[in-house]
Structures are given as C-alpha cells and as structure tokens.
C-alpha cells in the first residue's frame, strides 16, 4: 500500500494550486480518503474527506469554500484543489487513507504518504 | 469541535524507562481515539486505534488506554528508536481533530 502526493510549491498569496494523490496497492475506490497538512514546527490539523465513492465530501472551517477534495476513480488519483491560497495555509499537506469498512467521516487513518510541500509567500 | 489536549508536551526520558502520555477530549469520544508517531521530516505512523488496538506491526511495548475523556498512550520500556513525537487524534465526530503533540526527548 503507498500514497504518493505531488503538485505542492511556491504560489503567492491569492493563487491556486493543486495537490494530487496516487494510490497503489489496495481498491483504491472502496477507502475514505483525507487530506491533513501541518504547518512549520506546528501539529497535525485535518483538513478535507472524501467517501470511498467520492459523493460525500467534507472540509475543514479552515478551509470550506476554498479548497476542494476530489478523487477520480480510473486514475486511482486524490486531489485537492486550493484556491484562495492565505500564508497560513503554508505546510507539509499529507495524503492519508481511512481504515476497511469506513463509510463516513469519522476514521482513523491508517496509511499516509511522504506529504508535499506548499508555501504560500509574495 | 472537539479540542484534544495531550501532556506533556516534552518528555524527557532515556532506554528503558516506562513513558505514558495523556491524551484529553473536550466532550466523550467514546473509544473512538487513535495514537500516532511521527519523526522528524517524516510522515504519522498510526500505533493505536479504537483507544487500545494495537496497529499490526506495532511493538507490543506500545498499549493504549482510557475511554470517555481521557485516554493514555504507554510504552513500556522506551527503546532508542522511539524518540520522536506523539499525537493522539479522536474519530468520534466532524471535525476529525489531533492533540497538540508531545515530543520524547533523551534524558
């Protein structure tokens, strides 16, 4: 099982930016999927969930309105779309994956990958 | 939301040593509460789920415990490689939310 995130970078602030998640290893489509940054020398905050099929979708006050989760099934791919980029969304943004049998929002996250990087900076 | 409040927040202690850190939640969560370990410039490694599974593969030093509001992440002889921090993390509602952390450190 290996997530992979990739798209992470500098952007200035009121940019957009969008983060991906290649999954391998497991029915991509049957897990719930999050996404969870942490911020320089700072803790874990979650930030978006998705269903395993994709139509429900849940985001963090922190974010809602701005970012948006989405995953496309054939790809085995999670994104997360960042719009609005603020300098207090600069952090290490992990891909995580919820545990079998999840069907809402309220998991674990038993697998995560490497994180990518996005900072937000003029 | 549910605020998650772990102590301490640094921990001194060397090989050896039994270690316990407290995890607390706001409101009941149950046992919906999950520990995880995390080195430096390394993604979360999940330990415990459900306050007291053990994750396979994890070290039977590690155990969790606790239920309701107040819960506790135990390592029963502390071994070189688990210097690191610690999170605790409740699953009992929207939105999914961690403690603050707490660091073990060489004593």
């Known amino acids: 099982v290996q997530l992979l995130e990739s798209g992470g970078g500098l952007v200035q602030p009121g940019g957009s930016l969008r983060l991906s998640c290649a999954a391998s290893?497991?029915?991509?489509?049957?897990?719930?999927m999050s996404w969870v940054r942490q911020a320089p020398g700072k803790g874990l905050e979650w930030v978006s969930g998705?269903?395993?099929?994709?139509?429900?979708?849940y985001h963090a006050d922190s974010v809602k309105g701005r970012f948006t989760i989405s995953r496309d099934t054939s790809k085995n791919t999670l994104y997360l779309q960042m719009n609005s980029l603020r300098a207090e969304d600069t952090a290490v943004y992990y891909c995580?994956?919820?545990?079998?049998?999840?069907?809402?929002?309220?998991?674990?996250?038993?697998?995560w990958g490497k994180g990518t990087t996005v900072s937000v900076s003029s | 939301d549910i605020q998650m409040t772990q102590s301490p927040y640094t921990l001194s202690a060397s090989v050896g040593d039994r270690v316990t850190i407290t995890c607390r939640a706001s409101?009941?969560?149950?046992?919906?509460l999950a520990w995880y370990q995390q080195k430096p410039g390394k993604a979360p490694k999940l330990l415990i789920y459900?306050?007291?599974s053990l994750e396979s593969g994890v070290p039977s030093r590690f155990s969790g415990s606790g239920s309701g509001t107040e819960f506790t992440l135990t390592i029963s002889s502390l071994q070189p490689d688990d210097f690191a921090s610690y999170y605790c993390?409740?699953?009992?509602?929207?939105?999914?939310?961690f403690g603050g952390g707490t660091k073990v450190e060489i004593k």
């Open positions: 995580a994956k919820g545990p079998r049998g999840v069907v809402g929002a309220y998991y674990y996250m038993d697998v």
């Open positions: 290893g497991f029915i991509f489509g049957t897990y719930a």
């Open positions: 998705i269903s395993g099929s994709g139509g429900s979708t």
């Open positions: 409101q009941s969560i149950s046992g919906w």
């Open positions: 459900d306050a007291s």
């Open positions: 993390q409740q699953y009992n509602s929207s939105p999914l939310t």
